[in-house]
């Protein structure tokens, strides 16, 4: 059986357009009772939109148990399109094979987007996978098994699985991953529209996450929880300014210029962290910088990348000797009430503001 230039319609059970198969080419041989046909295809796919080869075989045909039909063959994927979708973009280049039956498929292969991009924040990165993959082809559902993702200089390790919402009516995908010896800047430049990453680091991260959808507010929808650590840090120009400064005034030496101060590698940065509702919060939020460190809590607004976060910064000076001429001065009888056992100060500090220039200061926090 042969068929040129065909299309193949499902009606969509959401009444949304029906599925649509652009059938350019298909060659089907061995139609025969209590055998396996062997195929042929060259055809437009409409989700995601793009051009699909595939050859294998499927059957023989078994009454009764549709789940047990077997199948195999490859699948090559060229030039489709997320831009349809709401929250993200690129085009994607994939190559699998598959065996198994019709309920169980097992799937194995690689995929490359060389521009993908999350559509809040603009900026396009190559994104390479490699991919093995269990799918139930009568329900659309898909365990992860192994997934193995690369952006920039970053690999990221998942497992997880694609289920059907029946409270919902749609898929959801939940992903647990790991990333070891990756770089800050990578998943930040993934997510963030600023001009620059707002930090640059080696990091480990590892947690759970949650996507009810990828439509409209994805971003909002995203659920989160894990922890990271980033390790030899440093901001951008204007923070990573006011960190060497924090750094000189924490070990009690006085600064003419605050540009003058030498560079203060972040030591360490390090916190449990959840997500919900583009609202990153931080309960124990780590910081280490030469001869000063805070804990500190908070939250991080993905959507209007501002941080507001409030704890205690440790120094090797005590508050007067982090200050000069007629200030320490002052400050001087208030050394006591920062003191902290053995030399230096703790004292209560915040920072918020937009990532990319936000203000330090000190708070006055009561006493019950």
Known sequence: MTAHDAVLEFANESHRDPLKFEIHKLRVESIAAGRPMFYQVDMRISEPPGELQSQGGFGPWLSGDVGNIPLHGTVTLKDASLDKYHAIRGIVQSQEHFNGTLDQIY?????????????????????????????????????LKTVTATV????????????????????????????????????????????????????????HVR?????????????????????DG???????????????????KKLKDPHDAPDAPVQSLASDVTMQHAIATFPNLFFEIP????????????????????????????????????????????????????AGARIPVLMDGPINNPHFGTEIVSKK
């Open 291 to 342: 001869n000063a460190r805070a804990r500190m809590h908070g939250t991080y607004n993905f959507l209007h990348h501002q941080v507001d976060l409030h704890g205690d910064l440790w120094t090797q000076a005590t508050i007067s000797q982090e200050t000069s001429g007629f200030k320490a001065a002052l400050l001087k009888p208030f050394d006591p009430l920062f003191q902290r056992k053995h």
């Open 211 to 231: 996507a009810p959808q990828f439509g409209p507010g994805f971003l909002e929808s995203l659920e989160f929880q894990g922890r990271f650590e980033v390790r």
């Open 152 to 207: 920039r200089r970053t690999v990221a390790y998942a497992h997880g699985s694609v289920d059907k919402n029946p409270l919902r009516d749609r898929r959801e995908t939940s992903v647990d991953f790991s990333v070891q010896h990756g770089r800050a800047e990578d998943i930040l430049w993934l997510f963030d529209d600023d001009p620059k990453p707002a930090m640059l680091g080696a990091c480990n991260f590892t947690g």
């Open 107 to 143: 799937i194995e292969g690689e995929a490359s987007v060389a521009n993908f991009e999350l559509k809040t924040a603009h900026h396009p990165v190559a994104v390479s996978t490699q991919f093995q993959v269990v799918v139930n082809g009568l329900r659309g559902e898909a365990q």
């Open 234 to 252: 440093h901001f951008q120009p204007g923070t990573q300014s006011k960190t060497n400064e924090l750094s000189v005034r924490a070990q009690g």
